[in-house]
């Protein structure tokens, strides 16, 4: 039996570009369930700030969350629909 899927958005800002290629990595590794992504560089304040939809089981999306939450100079934060 599948579990229920949720729709949420991840939000991420990078304050340090070096943990660039890991965040890429996890978001590779949970690639099956993002339905899209908007990256946007805020050079004036030297961060990034990212939008990622996913369409997940619950686990998926908070594992994700915390892999990227936890990386140095990243911080990550999921809004979920009711739905």
Do not use: Q
């Not at 369409?55 to 739905?83: E, M, R, W």
Request: proline share 6%.
């Amino acid at each position: 039996m599948s579990e229920e899927k949720r729709i949420a958005v991840l939000s991420v800002i990078v304050e340090d570009r070096a943990a660039t290629p890991a965040l890429n990595g996890y978001l590779s590794e949970y690639g099956e369930y993002i339905v899209g992504r908007m990256g946007i560089p805020y050079r004036e304040k030297n961060v990034s700030v990212l939008c990622v939809v996913l369409d997940a089981p619950l686990p998926a999306i908070n594992a994700l969350t915390g892999k990227i939450g936890n990386l140095p100079g990243v911080s990550a934060k999921t809004l979920f629909s009711k739905y």
